[in-house]
């Protein structure tokens, strides 16, 4: 069982938005079948734009494979990969917006810093 810290840097590292995570967490749990990107949509009433780029860094991640038709499914690469998906959907189901903060955070630390150069200093 991978730590809390584990998990935490998991999440910081792999999901760019809230999307990615509420993507893959449902094909994790309805992964009796492949699922198509138009039905993703429909699912979780998402955009195509969103969609696509979701299921792309999940796989890009490791974390989801396609068929030749495209469908998506959850399929992560390792068991160590599984143990952290695991260890985020708990710590997404305890404490949600401490999640969504967390993958806030990580996307806008590029722009944080980007904006913390042009701050005005008294020397």
Do not use: C
């Not at 069982?1 to 792999?14: E, G, H, L, N």
């Amino acid at each position: 069982m991978p730590s809390k810290q584990d998990v935490t840097s998991f999440i910081r590292a792999t999901f760019r938005s809230v999307w990615s995570l509420e993507l893959l967490l449902f094909l994790k749990n309805h992964g009796d079948r492949g699922w198509t990107r138009y039905d993703l949509v429909t699912a979780l009433r998402g955009s195509d734009v969103i969609v696509s780029q979701s299921v792309d860094s999940l796989v890009a991640a490791g974390l989801v494979s396609t068929d030749a038709e495209g469908s998506a499914l959850y399929s992560p690469a390792s068991e160590d990969l599984r143990r952290l998906v695991d260890g985020a959907e708990r710590l997404y189901a305890k404490s949600p917006d401490a999640v969504r903060r967390m993958i806030i955070a990580s996307a806008n630390e590029g722009l944080t810093a980007f904006a913390d150069a042009f701050r005005l200093r008294k020397e």
